[in-house]
């Protein structure tokens, strides 16, 4: 496959392994101490649930095994198989983790803020933005009588950065808006 995956079984630990970048330390947050306040934008936000303090520790340790059986795989793969690794796919993942973590586990509110929403945000926009350009220029090449017309409106937010930025800065005025009424 184009992105070096042998198999369904290959994308299904490349996908779990990156949404547990970002679920685990979330979960940690929500085992935190009682007198521990969510402080997502720093806005005043509240925990929708909690959980008991006592995962705190099985929490943290998954989120570091997960990505060592990850990485495990990549190098057995390398040395047994000869497949050499994605390093794309190995930055994206070191960006997850590390952003994630460092996000969730700062006590800064600078810094828990910048990682969160600079870094995260912005980096998650441009992989967006390029991966769904070079794929829907593939298609409208390969195959333009299969697109529907959500396959052109699509084609429309990523034609150009500015109209993709704004369309995402649009949808971040409507959650903003909806943080603030309801």
């Given at each position: 496959?184009?992105?070096?995956?042998?198999?369904?079984?290959?994308?299904?630990?490349?996908?779990?392994?990156?949404?547990?970048?970002?679920?685990?330390?979330?979960?940690?947050?929500?085992?935190?101490?009682?007198?521990?306040?969510?402080?997502?934008?720093?806005?005043?936000?509240?925990?929708?649930?909690?959980?008991?303090?006592?995962?705190?520790?099985?929490?943290?340790?998954?989120?570091?095994?997960?990505?060592?059986?990850?990485?495990?795989?990549?190098?057995?793969?390398?040395?047994?198989?000869?497949?050499?690794?994605?390093?794309?796919?190995?930055?994206?993942?070191?960006?997850?983790?590390?952003?994630?973590?460092?996000?969730?586990?700062?006590?800064?509110?600078?810094?828990?803020?910048?990682?969160?929403?600079?870094?995260?945000?912005?980096?998650?926009?441009?992989?967006?933005?390029?991966?769904?350009?070079?794929?829907?220029?593939?298609?409208?090449?390969?195959?333009?009588?299969?697109?529907?017309?959500?396959?052109?409106?699509?084609?429309?937010?990523?034609?150009s950065p500015l109209s993709y930025?704004?369309?995402?800065?649009?949808?971040?005025?409507?959650?903003?808006?909806?943080?603030?009424?309801?």
């Amino acid at each position: 496959a184009r992105t070096g995956e042998r198999g369904f079984a290959d994308h299904q630990w490349d996908y779990w392994t990156c949404m547990a970048g970002a679920a685990l330390p979330i979960l940690r947050e929500h085992a935190s101490r009682p007198e521990h306040h969510l402080r997502w934008f720093d806005a005043g936000e509240d925990f929708l649930f909690r959980l008991p303090m006592r995962l705190q520790g099985p929490l943290f340790a998954v989120n570091v095994l997960v990505p060592l059986l990850w990485l495990s795989r990549l190098l057995k793969q390398f040395l047994v198989d000869g497949k050499p690794p994605n390093m794309g796919k190995l930055w994206i993942m070191a960006m997850q983790y590390t952003i994630w973590f460092v996000s969730v586990e700062s006590d800064h509110q600078l810094i828990g803020l910048a990682f969160h929403n600079v870094c995260h945000g912005i980096a998650s926009m441009v992989l967006v933005h390029h991966v769904v350009r070079r794929r829907l220029l593939a298609w409208r090449k390969q195959r333009p009588e299969t697109m529907s017309w959500t396959d052109h409106l699509n084609e429309a937010a990523i034609s150009s950065p500015l109209s993709y930025v704004g369309l995402m800065v649009g949808l971040a005025m409507v959650e903003e808006f909806c943080w603030e009424f309801f």
